[in-house]
């Protein structure tokens, strides 16, 4: 069983900039793409970014694209989201969650693709 546990969310200020990071129990992490999704109040949960096993290729949803950059240490078993100039719309909680499949990035934007979740992390953003 892999655990991811995020931290780094708060409440920070319209224009601010926030450094998420999701760190990883499984031995295999180097294998697997991950991915972080957010989800809004009273929305369904959403695609936020997307990064391959070597992270050497990285997928991005429109609304944070120029604004975000994924990047991972697979010596700390670690993933991260750098976000700067945060919108109150980006306000939610941020899950990092490991590819079901190694080696693999197919439909990275679908969460069923995805077999493990952390608990999440809030990030508020005041305008």
């Known amino acids: 069983q892999v655990q991811l546990v995020e931290s780094g969310g708060g409440l920070v200020q319209a224009g601010g900039s926030l450094r998420l990071s999701c760190v990883s129990s499984?031995?295999?992490?180097?294998?697997?793409?991950m991915g972080w999704f957010r989800q809004a109040p009273g929305k369904e949960r959403e695609f936020v970014t997307a990064i391959s096993w070597r992270g050497r290729s990285t997928y991005y949803a429109d609304s944070v694209e120029g604004r975000s950059t994924v990047s991972r240490d697979n010596a700390k078993n670690t993933v991260y989201l750098q976000m700067n100039s945060l919108k109150p719309e980006d306000t939610g909680i941020y899950y990092c969650?490991?590819?079901?499949?190694?080696?693999?990035?197919?439909?990275?934007?679908?969460?069923?693709?995805?077999?493990?979740w952390g608990q999440g992390t809030q990030v508020t953003v005041s305008s």
């Open positions: 969650a490991q590819r079901e499949t190694p080696y693999d990035l197919e439909n990275y934007r679908n969460p069923g693709e995805y077999k493990f």
């Open positions: 499984g031995p295999t992490f180097a294998s697997y793409a």
